[in-house]
């Protein structure tokens, strides 16, 4: 067999992120686990529609949520365009923005974040200054298509990473993660495994000049800047901790209720690292226990799915959460032309 290649990686981390939206689009959001195996069986497996009533209703099995929308997005300008042009993302912002009245009904079911940023353009704000302080990770779940296109040039991938955050999320901690997260998918498309994924990330801020830190929302033109140092680490200790004798977490989906089951993304990215280094080599097995976890499965997927599509590139997702995804034709397409930008 062919071995994988930045490329085949680059397309695995896309599509592995929207795969994992869409699988949590039918069971989001369900904190009683017991209701959510009435709804669903024993193991969900494969895309769900939603019930009657419940978040996302409307969709069909293989949609993604607004969350994946808004990735769709920023993939369709990167693939037009082959490099990031943050105008014309917050013109596809816009245009969606449009559509909305700033309810939670109003699109593909709105998050909070969304919600704020709809206020604040209402309220006449430019982009970037629209961000909200919500802390959730719809901005690290973009991020990996940044990866895709810019994980040959670190200097790139940082500065869009922070610029693209702190589009919708301004908090500090908030966008630092997010930025983090981004770092480290491009390092496991350069090679590198969680556990060393950190480390490849250090040295190039080392070999470079460069700072690990997002400015404070009221400095955003310069100043005080907060250190995310510390998050490009956690990968490295989730897996040392999956391969800890002393740490039995059965079953693995369970680790979902210790690391959190609400949206922080300070809930969400342990369990995202955590189930990529227990299942080192297969992509069914993380994202499936991100699902099966139940609270907002739809984000860990996501969040997930990039994760594990980077590891065993395109190739090692099975073909069912390829075929099954809507508009999958066309999402391989796109991503196959950001991951080519990459590649020059």
């Known amino acids: 067999m062919k071995a994988n290649t930045p490329k085949d990686r680059a397309v695995g981390a896309i599509m592995g992120t929207l795969i994992g939206d869409a699988l949590g689009v039918g069971p989001h959001w369900y ?3 017991a209701q959510l195996k009435t709804d669903y069986g024993e193991w969900i497996d494969d895309y769900t529609s939603p019930k009657a009533g419940r978040y996302h209703a409307g969709l069909t099995a293989g949609e993604n949520s607004q969350t994946g929308q808004v990735a769709g997005f920023l993939l369709e300008s990167l693939a037009g365009l082959r490099n990031y042009n943050e105008s014309d993302f917050c013109l596809r912002l816009d245009a969606l923005l449009a559509t909305l ?3 939670p009904e109003g699109g593909r079911y709105t998050d909070v974040a969304m919600r704020d940023v709809w206020q604040a353009r209402q309220a006449g ?14 901005a690290a779940i973009r991020l990996p298509i940044l990866a895709a ?8 991938l940082l500065d869009h990473c922070r610029s693209n955050v702190r589009l919708t999320h301004r908090d500090p901690f ?5 930025v983090a997260f981004g770092l480290i998918v491009a390092a496991l498309i350069n090679g590198d495994p969680l556990e060393t994924a950190g480390d490849s990330i250090l040295k190039e801020v080392k070999a470079q000049g460069l700072s690990l830190s997002v400015p404070l929302p009221e400095s955003m033109d310069g100043g005080s800047e907060v250190s995310f140092y510390d998050a490009v680490l956690q990968p490295g200790w989730s897996y040392e901790a999956a391969r800890d004798d002393a740490v039995q977490i059965n079953p693995p989906w369970t680790a979902c ?8 993304i300070e809930f969400m990215l342990p369990a995202a ?5 227990r299942f080192e080599n297969d992509f069914e097995l993380p994202v499936l226990s991100a699902i099966n976890g139940g609270g907002n499965n739809m984000a860990r997927a996501g969040l997930t799915g990039a994760l594990a599509g980077a590891q065993v590139s395109i190739r090692g997702i099975p073909q069912r959460f390829i075929t099954g995804l809507a508009n999958q034709e066309i999402l391989l397409e796109m991503a196959g032309r950001v991951a080519d930008a990459g590649e020059v």
């Open 125 to 138: 704000k430019n982009w970037p200054q629209v961000g909200s302080f919500a802390d959730t990770a719809e």
């Open 31 to 33: 904190y009683d686990l």
């Open 174 to 178: 908030i966008a630092g993660r997010s």
């Open 101 to 103: 009245d700033g309810t």
């Open 149 to 156: 296109r810019y994980h040959n040039n670190f200097k790139k």
């Open 257 to 264: 209720r210790l690391f959190g089951l609400a949206c922080p």
């Open 273 to 277: 690292y955590y189930f990529c280094s």
